[in-house]
């Protein structure tokens, strides 16, 4: 049964930082992509970044280029979201969401709160 656990949220001033970690078990093989999803209040479900397994390439949301850096651990069965110079509307609920297959799974979720 595939996992997959979310860690490192928390509450941080404006400007500060934060890493949010991703940790996928319960399958053999690789998965095609690992990206972390983010949910404000009252507010739909929003991709935030995507690092693919295949060479390793990356995209992200205008929201958070340049602030945020999505990574894959050795074992491709983790990834990393630093984020950095937070802001107030980065509040939100973190989902790790992983690609095996064609098939998503997903965490529970991390909250992040930024104050102003």
């Known amino acids: 049964q595939v996992q997959v656990v979310e860690s490192g949220g928390g509450l941080v001033q404006s400007g500060g930082s934060l890493t949010l970690s991703c940790a996928v078990s319960?399958?053999?093989?690789?998965?095609?992509?690992m990206s972390w999803y983010r949910q404000a209040p009252g507010k739909e479900r929003e991709l935030v970044a995507t690092?693919?397994?295949?060479?390793?390439?990356?995209k992200y949301s205008e929201s958070v280029k340049g602030r945020f850096t999505i990574s894959r651990g050795d074992t491709l069965n983790t990834a990393t979201l630093q984020m950095n110079t937070l802001r107030p509307e980065d509040t939100a609920v973190y989902y790790c969401n992983v690609d095996i297959g064609g098939n998503d799974y997903w965490g529970q979720g991390t909250q992040v709160s930024v104050s102003s």
């Open positions: 690092v693919y397994t295949g060479g390793g390439s990356t």
């Open positions: 319960g399958f053999t093989g690789r998965s095609n992509s």
